[in-house]
């Protein structure tokens, strides 16, 4: 089945540090690939989506490119601030034909939370 | 847009009850799924709904079972609440099954 893995939290970054989040990922057909973001007490946001490979998704100067080869779609950021703290959630939707009747589902990582040192 | 607005907010119920949360999505908006998040956990999918049919279905028991109505609001029912039901219950719709999801806040149930 599909299945996604992310680095274990917390990541703890100074202000202005550069951020990589690690994702890999497990799909029986072509998956696109999405970073969510959930600050404390709400749902989850969309922050960027890849839909094939190579692409490179990018909002807010958070940026990730979708690796085939390496079935990857690690986050990025060039300069984190206090306003990023939050969990970070990467997923999956695989349309391909085992996907086994739940094509449009979301599988979701485990989650990474993003402290900033005070 | 009024984006998708899930009530309540919280709730606390006994073991053995039965729960009713609801999603109020976007209007236009056809396809509607939950998701249930443990604590410390990524959300995992519960069902979908197109066009007020069921359309995908997790790893969850029969006892939860969903309704979508034709004024884009949906409904979770949990029945016989075990204690591991305790969670936050997520919602989100979109225009289409194909479309980027818009989520709502949640609703934390808690079971005693």
């Known amino acids: 089945g599909n299945s996604v893995t992310q680095m274990e939290g917390p990541v703890t970054l100074s202000e202005e540090a550069f951020l990589t989040i690690n994702c890999t990922y497990t799909?029986?057909?072509?998956?696109?690939l999405f970073w969510y973001v959930q600050y404390p007490g709400e749902g989850l946001q969309l922050l960027l989506k890849?839909?094939?490979?190579?692409d490179k998704g990018s909002n807010k100067g958070f940026e990730a490119t979708y690796r085939k080869e390496t079935t990857s779609f690690h986050l990025e950021k060039g300069s984190v601030q206090v306003s990023d703290s939050a969990v970070y959630f990467c997923?999956?939707?695989?349309?391909?034909?085992?996907?086994?009747?739940?094509?449009?589902?979301?599988?979701f990582g485990k989650g990474t939370l993003l402290t900033m040192n005070p | 847009e009024t984006g998708v607005t899930q009530s309540p907010t919280h709730l606390i119920k006994t073991r053995g009850q039965q729960v009713t949360l609801r999603c109020s999505s976007q209007?236009?908006?056809?396809?509607v799924s939950w998701y249930q998040q443990a604590l410390g956990q990524g959300p995992q999918f519960i069902f979908q709904?197109?066009?007020?049919?069921?359309?995908g279905r997790g790893n969850f028991p029969p006892r939860f079972s969903g309704l979508q109505f034709p004024n884009y609001s949906s409904e979770l029912n949990v029945n016989a609440l075990e204690l591991d039901d305790s969670a936050l219950y997520l919602c989100?719709?979109?225009?289409?099954?194909?479309?980027?999801?818009?989520f709502g806040s949640g609703t934390r149930l808690t079971v005693v």
């Open positions: 989100a719709s979109s225009i289409d099954r194909m479309d980027g999801y818009t």
């Open positions: 799909a029986t057909g072509y998956p696109s």
């Open positions: 890849a839909t094939k490979a190579d």
């Open positions: 997923a999956l939707r695989d349309l391909g034909p085992n996907s086994g009747g739940s094509n449009y589902k979301l599988t």
């Open positions: 209007s236009g908006h056809n396809t």
């Open positions: 709904y197109y066009r007020e049919e069921e359309n």
